[in-house]
């Protein structure tokens, strides 16, 4: 996953909680680190997979109500988003050349 997409589900999910910019993002790391999962690592499948098991019981846990249905609702916005997606492909197209390139 590219940057550009975490900070879009980060801002996604600022815009949809009562969390500021700073909690938003730390608790979206939070997730990330409690399943071992690394930022420059992580794929749209496993940042799927954190938001709909793990964030939203992080969410609880800071007092944000509805944080099943903000989760399904960042989740949606992110698929649908065609600037992370393309960031994505260009981020994982990056990766075959440069593999391709030690060969």
Known sequence: MSHA?????AERLEQH?????LEARGTLRIALKIVGLDL???????????????LPGELEKRGVEGAASICR????????AP?????????????????????
């Open 5 to 9: 997409l975490f900070d879009f589900a």
């Open 17 to 21: 909680s009562s969390l500021d910019r």
């Open 40 to 54: 420059a690592t992580l794929s749209g499948e496993q940042l799927a997979v954190v938001f709909e098991q793990v």
């Open 73 to 80: 609702t960042v989740l949606k916005e992110v698929a649908s």
């Open 83 to 103: 600037e992370a997606a393309a960031a994505d492909r260009i981020e994982d197209a990056e990766k075959i050349f440069r593999r391709l390139g030690r060969d």
